[in-house]
């Protein structure tokens, strides 16, 4: 099986309705991407104008988070399936969801299963803090990560699984793991997944991916795409990182 590229972003708490709009808006009007998958995550309150805005483009919408419970008395949260109403994937475990919302490994288990349940494309983050990364922990960190979210599920549940490897010292620093590192630890992950017989699973790289680095990083055989963070807020730039990927 061939792994699929993909380049999704990650707007996190950033752009006013207007702007997004506006980077939707020039997302639509590119011609179409070869060989790769592009699809944006924006914050909640502009997951239907967006979604308007993109029409038939065929690039994807994501959510962000979802809440680890189907439904009840959760003042605040959204379910797997009201995000499902409209979106196309969900970002699972992020960094700063396990560190800022105190999400554990079994947090983000419960929310792969939500995920599944309605057909949203789980795209499960990992990664090591660096002081993990200083002690030599990382393969350690990753691996229970990944180990422990894919606990109970059955193959033919994750046929639409990516996983996005984001060392959590390179998120927002400007700090970005060497492409050799990157790779190393995407292979990693590849590794671990196919001792499970998971074949053609996209592993893709986050922390700091710019115009700049994206086509070295690409280069690399174990990275297959990216999760974009700041850059995905810049049309001009994101689109310089889609067209690194294309195959």
Same mark, same amino acid.
């Given at each position: 099986? $061939?792994?699929? #590229?993909?380049? *999704?972003?990650?707007?996190?708490?950033?752009? $006013? *309705? !207007?702007?997004?709009?506006?980077?939707?808006?020039?997302?639509?009007?590119?011609?179409?991407?070869?060989?790769?998958?592009?699809?944006?995550?924006?914050?909640?309150?502009?997951?239907?104008?967006?979604?308007?805005?993109?029409?038939?483009?065929?690039?994807?919408?994501?959510?962000?988070?979802?809440?680890?419970?189907?439904?009840?008395?959760? $003042?605040?949260?959204?379910?797997?399936?009201?995000?499902?109403? *409209?979106?196309?994937?969900?970002?699972?475990?992020?960094?700063? #969801?396990?560190?800022?919302?105190?999400?554990? %490994? %079994?947090?983000?288990?419960?929310?792969?299963? #939500? @995920?599944?349940?309605?057909?949203?494309?789980?795209?499960?983050?990992?990664?090591?803090?660096?002081?993990?990364?200083?002690?030599? %922990?990382?393969?350690?960190?990753?691996?229970?990560?990944?180990?422990?979210?894919?606990?109970?599920? !059955? /193959?033919?549940?994750? %046929?639409?699984?990516?996983?996005?490897?984001?060392?959590?010292? @390179?998120?927002?620093?400007?700090?970005?793991?060497?492409?050799?590192?990157?790779?190393?630890?995407? &292979? *990693?992950?590849?590794?671990?997944?196919?001792?499970?017989?998971?074949? &053609?699973?996209?592993?893709?790289?986050? &922390? +700091?991916? $710019?115009?700049?680095?994206? &086509?070295?990083?690409?280069?690399?055989? /174990?990275?297959?795409?990216?999760?974009?963070?700041?850059? +995905?807020?810049?049309?001009?730039?994101?689109?310089?990182?889609?067209?690194? @990927?294309?195959?």
């Amino acid at each position: 099986m $061939t792994t699929r #590229r993909l380049v *999704l972003g990650n707007w996190k708490m950033n752009t $006013t *309705l !207007e702007e997004a709009i506006e980077i939707a808006d020039r997302l639509r009007e590119e011609p179409t991407f070869s060989g790769v998958t592009v699809g944006i995550a924006p914050p909640f309150p502009w997951l239907q104008p967006v979604k308007k805005a993109l029409g038939k483009s065929g690039v994807l919408l994501g959510a962000q988070t979802f809440a680890a419970m189907s439904n009840g008395a959760f $003042t605040g949260d959204v379910s797997a399936a009201m995000v499902a109403q *409209l979106c196309d994937f969900a970002l699972v475990g992020h960094s700063e #969801r396990r560190a800022m919302h105190g999400e554990t %490994d %079994d947090v983000v288990r419960e929310k792969l299963l #939500r @995920a599944l349940e309605v057909n949203l494309i789980p795209v499960v983050c990992v990664g090591e803090t660096l002081a993990e990364r200083m002690a030599g %922990d990382q393969e350690r960190v990753v691996l229970r990560q990944i180990h422990a979210v894919l606990e109970g599920t !059955e /193959n033919e549940q994750l %046929d639409q699984l990516v996983i996005a490897y984001e060392p959590v010292w @390179a998120i927002g620093t400007g700090q970005t793991a060497s492409p050799q590192d990157a790779s190393a630890m995407c &292979g *990693l992950i590849s590794v671990a997944l196919t001792g499970r017989k998971l074949i &053609g699973i996209p592993v893709l790289y986050g &922390g +700091s991916v $710019t115009a700049a680095n994206a &086509g070295t990083l690409i280069g690399e055989e /174990n990275i297959s795409g990216f999760l974009v963070g700041g850059a +995905s807020l810049k049309p001009d730039d994101f689109l310089t990182i889609v067209r690194a @990927a294309q195959v």
